[in-house]
């Protein structure tokens, strides 16, 4: 059983998807914020890649059951309901509201990663749990990070690593040259998972903006046991 770890979608790893078991992994923020909507009693999340098919998707629903979320830049969309800060997704504001959501990366990640033999959301906030189903089956793994603009991103990396961490008893298990290289990192920065969250690029740039607490709050490990489950466009 091969696990790899992709730092972020590319096009040449289609096949490598297609026949695996995908984890999206978008830390910071867009893993963490849906797991917290589903938590707070939003029946599910239809991700989309851009604003344009969100507000599209929107008109399939009655006006009061929905909210439209997402950012730009780490920023509220125009004419969006709510920006991408899991922290403001509380049952008060969510609970039976359907979330249609467009993020830079986090949502064009799971698109990519649609026509996976699974698709499940993971984040520090579920990774027990990610791990726990993940196994459940012998079938090959993939942790895709969402990667921020096309690039590397630290703070995903070190989440698959400590999901690789944990799954590393596995019998018969094979590391890619990534997944040993996320493993490493986790070891590397497990003992400070907060320190390297806020120094890491997009943990920064979050701050500046105002949403270092957003930082903190999906720095946290196991808070939930809930995997979230892409199937048929919507998440569960
Ligand atoms: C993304 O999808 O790029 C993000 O989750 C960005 C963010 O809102 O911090």
């Known amino acids: 059983m091969l696990l790899s770890v992709l730092p972020l979608p590319h096009p040449d790893s289609k096949k490598l998807i297609q026949d695996a078991r995908v984890v999206v992994i978008d830390v910071l923020r867009a893993s963490s914020t849906i797991l917290e909507a589903l938590m707070n009693g939003a029946p599910f999340v239809v991700p989309v890649a851009s604003p344009e098919h969100a507000f599209t998707a929107k008109k399939q629903y009655a006006e009061k059951d929905v909210l439209l979320c997402g950012e730009r830049q780490g920023i509220k969309v125009a004419g969006f309901d709510m920006g991408n800060s899991p922290t ?10 359907i979330i249609i959501m467009s993020s830079t990366n986090g949502t064009k990640a799971i ?16 990774v027990a749990a990610i791990v726990g189903t993940l196994n459940d089956d012998d079938t090959n793994i993939v942790l895709l990070g969402s990667g921020k603009l096309g690039q590397f991103c630290m703070e ?22 990534s997944a040993m290289a996320a493993h490493d990192l986790y070891l590397h920065y497990q003992k400070n998972l ?19 607490d957003d930082v903190v709050f999906c720095s946290r490990q196991n808070v ?12 569960k």
């Open 194 to 212: 907060l320190g390297i969250m806020q120094h890491c690029e997009h943990g920064r740039y979050l701050a500046s903006l105002g949403f270092g």
């Open 224 to 235: 939930y046991t809930r995997v979230p489950i892409l199937q048929n466009g919507i998440i």
């Open 156 to 177: 995903d990396m070190v989440c698959a690593g400590n999901m690789i961490d944990m799954f590393l008893s596995k019998k018969g298990l094979e590391l890619s040259d």
């Open 111 to 126: 698109d990519f990663a649609s026509n996976a033999k699974q698709v499940m959301i993971g984040c520090f906030r579920n």
């Open 88 to 97: 403001e997704f509380t049952r008060e504001k969510i609970n039976g509201r």
